[in-house]
């Protein structure tokens, strides 16, 4: 079974100021990962999601993510925040495996930027 | 523009009523999917479509019911038998649903309220 921890429930950051939001999942097989964005009351978005090859995936907005398989991680960063970047962010893997479509969410990291 | 709609934006249901939410997309994609998402909780996934006239339970389908009948359409119906409705309802879709690494495209999602 797999399963997704973002252990900071909520981020407070102020802007301008760097931002990394973690993410560690759990599998007894490799996986794709992802990374989404929810803004309030609204659906979510892909920023950006690992495949294979290089171990640092850049995405929309201005945020990266680097994968560390010894330390199954999937951190989230940015340079630099915005107000704009205040929103709900999730982490999710996908089992590499026949047929598999399955999202496996973990339980989300509100980043809430300040001026 | 191609997305995928959600109806209504908010939905209130009464003790014992069923209440059925739309989702359509013009995507052209095969795979349709439906998410419970709860307070403080990651996404969970409730029923899945990989083509027209099929669709297998996720990990939280009791309560729940799908169709499928028209490639762009994945209505879900809440039944009286689910107990704690109360959530924000996500759709949404992907190009085939069988190989891993797709990206899900989300709907704007659908607030469903018990009176």
């Known amino acids: 079974a797999q399963s997704v921890t973002q252990l900071d429930s909520q981020v407070p950051v102020f802007e301008e100021a760097p931002v990394e939001l973690r993410c560690n999942y759990s599998?007894?097989?490799?996986?794709?990962l992802f990374w989404y964005v929810q803004y309030p009351n609204q659906g979510l978005q892909l920023l950006l999601k690992?495949?294979?090859?290089?171990?640092l995936v850049k995405g929309i907005n201005g945020f990266e993510a680097e994968f560390n398989k010894s330390q199954t991680s999937f951190h989230l960063r940015k340079p630099s925040v915005h107000i704009s970047d205040t929103a709900e962010y999730f982490c999710?893997?996908?089992?590499?495996?026949?047929?598999?479509?399955?999202?496996?969410f973990g339980s989300g990291t509100r980043l809430l930027v300040r001026p | 523009d191609g997305g995928i709609t959600q109806s209504p934006k908010y939905l209130f249901r009464k003790e014992g009523q069923n209440v059925t939410l739309s989702c359509e997309q013009n995507?052209?994609?095969?795979?349709m999917y439906w998410y419970r998402q709860d307070p403080g909780q990651g996404l969970r996934l409730i029923y899945y479509?990989?083509?027209?006239?099929?669709?297998q339970k996720g990990d939280i389908a009791e309560g729940y019911s799908v169709s499928r009948e028209k490639k762009e359409s994945f209505p879900l119906t809440v039944t009286s038998a689910q107990k704690n409705p109360t959530a924000f309802y996500l759709c949404?879709?992907?190009?085939?649903?069988?190989?891993?690494?797709?990206?899900?495209?989300f709907g704007p999602g659908t607030r469903l309220l018990v009176l």
């Open positions: 949404a879709s992907s190009i085939e649903g069988t190989s891993g690494g797709e990206t899900q495209y």
């Open positions: 479509s990989q083509i027209v006239n099929d669709f």
């Open positions: 690992y495949l294979s090859g290089s171990t």
């Open positions: 599998s007894s097989v490799s996986v794709y």
């Open positions: 999710a893997v996908n089992p590499r495996m026949d047929s598999s479509y399955k999202l496996i």
């Open positions: 995507l052209n994609h095969d795979a």
